[in-house]
């Protein structure tokens, strides 16, 4: 281990080598803008840079440590930032060129517990425009490119995040999710996602939601201990945010993970899987059942029919709430969000009311799903990756599919306010990675972290490194 570039270590393996003097914040911080430097321009995965304010924090996290004082366990972890997500002192831009100088001197709330733990932000990492589809392009930094095969896709919309944690550029990542943009791109290049429970992370100093109170902030890692310990930092009740106070009472609430009952859905009706994808995952829930859980195949006792109109109302109406807020961003969006907004306007009052009341309703039977299942076991997403420039694939085994044809498993669970920890599987013929997803109870985002450690433990994958 010790002769290991520092740059391959996780987050956990760092705070030991911290602790016991054998590396340092700065040493690593330096070998994690060396691979970047390395990686980076194949991968476009980071997208703007602080060096030297990188740097600086890097040495002032060392001398505490010198001193016998870290600020928490994050301390000194090199991370980066979605650039969705607001940063005290660089532009937030959405990939949208509006937006390239956008800036408010703020933290979203995550980061600035992040930052005040002593994590070293290194950069902000790329998005689609608007942050709004599954893969990862803009207008202002061009396409993101999977590490695994830079003809591919990382997915999105937080594809910059996972590229940067997959090429080992840094070893932690903050993400949003609001349709499965954590986990999918997490299961595209082999890494662990969580989606957490509903305001587990507060929000406050954010961009416009274009997708009702779905999208939430959580970790990107290489290990579910990795992932859990940015988490935690991240986690926890504020009054800015009174709905994390409910969050924080379901956590409470919470049971323990000891023998589970487990659902395994294997698909969604009649929806296209691939088979690769289909294979690996059976074979990680026949792993899950070895370690003394119970499963059973089945369906997803929800009906979710609904929101294959409605999801994509969702994002139209939001973009034209947002283009009517800010016609300034509009002048330079790109005319397919354009469409979408002109779409948006469209749709009736009742018609968003409507949804709301479904939205309500499928929280409610959410809760009566869990009272006979702990946890649901899914696909995280139902294509490999695809071509890096293509905003979806077009066919998943051999059947032609929408732009949500690949994203089919996730949305629901944003929707729900449920937690979804996007775990690695066994990958396909091609190398390619696959993943699945568990899904729990509301507030069980901990036994969801404690079943997919155990399931790492077992089936460890951290020593996959794409052949960068």
Not at 107 to 116: G, I, K, Q, S
Not at 162 to 183: H, K, M, N, W, Y
Not at 230 to 247: E, H, I, K, N, Y
Not at 447 to 455: E, K, R, S, T
């Amino acid at each position: 281990m010790p002769n290991r570039e520092p740059w391959r270590l996780s987050a956990t393996e760092l705070q030991r080598r911290y602790r016991d003097g054998s590396l340092t914040p700065l040493e690593v911080a330096q070998a994690c803008l060396a691979r970047l430097e390395q990686v980076n321009p194949r991968i476009n995965a980071v997208v703007a840079r602080r060096d030297p304010a990188f740097m600086d924090e890097a040495q002032a996290a060392t001398e505490r440590f010198a001193r016998g004082q870290p600020l928490s366990p994050l301390d000194g972890i090199p991370l980066s930032v979605k650039d969705s997500l607001y940063t005290v002192d660089q532009p937030t831009t959405w990939g949208c060129p509006a937006l390239r100088e956008h800036a408010t001197g703020h933290d979203e709330f995550a980061v600035a517990r992040a930052r005040a733990a002593g994590a070293l932000l290194i950069g902000k990492t790329n998005v689609p425009e608007f942050a709004l589809e599954g893969y990862t392009g803009n207008p202002i930094f061009g396409v993101t490119r999977n590490p695994w095969n830079l003809a591919l896709t990382p997915g999105g919309s937080s594809g910059g995040a996972v590229a940067s944690v997959a090429a080992g550029i840094t070893p932690l990542a903050i993400g949003q999710d609001g349709g499965g943009s954590i986990r999918r791109p997490a299961s595209h290049t082999g890494l662990v996602g969580l989606k957490p429970s509903l305001s587990a992370v507060p929000r406050e100093h954010v961009l416009p939601s274009l997708l009702l109170d779905f999208e939430v902030i959580g970790p990107l890692a290489r290990t579910v201990a990795d992932a859990r310990l940015l988490f935690q930092v991240m986690r926890g009740p504020a009054p800015v945010d009174r709905s994390s106070l409910a969050a924080e009472q379901a956590r409470l609430a919470a049971r323990p993970a000891t023998a589970l009952r487990i659902l395994y859905v294997e698909r969604f009706g009649t929806a296209p899987l691939d088979p690769q994808i289909a294979a690996s995952v059976a074979q990680s829930v026949r792993q899950l059942e070895a370690l003394g859980h119970r499963v059973r195949t089945g369906a997803l006792p929800l009906d979710l029919d609904f929101y294959a109109d409605a999801w994509p109302q969702i994002g139209q109406a939001g973009l034209a709430h947002l283009f009517n807020a800010h016609p300034e961003w509009a002048a330079r969006a790109s005319r397919k969000y354009l469409d979408m907004a002109e779409t948006g306007r469209g749709i009736p009052a009742a018609r968003l009311w409507r949804i709301l009341e479904q939205v309500r309703k499928l929280r409610r039977d959410s809760v009566a799903l869990f009272r006979d299942i702990d946890v649901i076991v899914l696909p995280s997403a139902a294509a490999l990756p695809w071509k890096a420039e293509d905003a979806y694939p077009t066919r998943i085994a051999g059947q032609e599919v929408g732009p949500r044809g690949h994203a089919v498993y996730t949305g629901w669970v944003n929707a729900a306010g449920l937690p979804g920890l996007a775990l690695p599987c066994a990958p396909s013929r091609e190398g390619l990675p696959i993943g699945m997803q568990l899904v729990g109870p509301y507030g069980s985002d901990d036994l969801l972290f404690d079943l997919g450690a155990a399931y790492e433990a077992a089936h460890p994958w951290a020593d996959r490194w794409p052949a960068l």
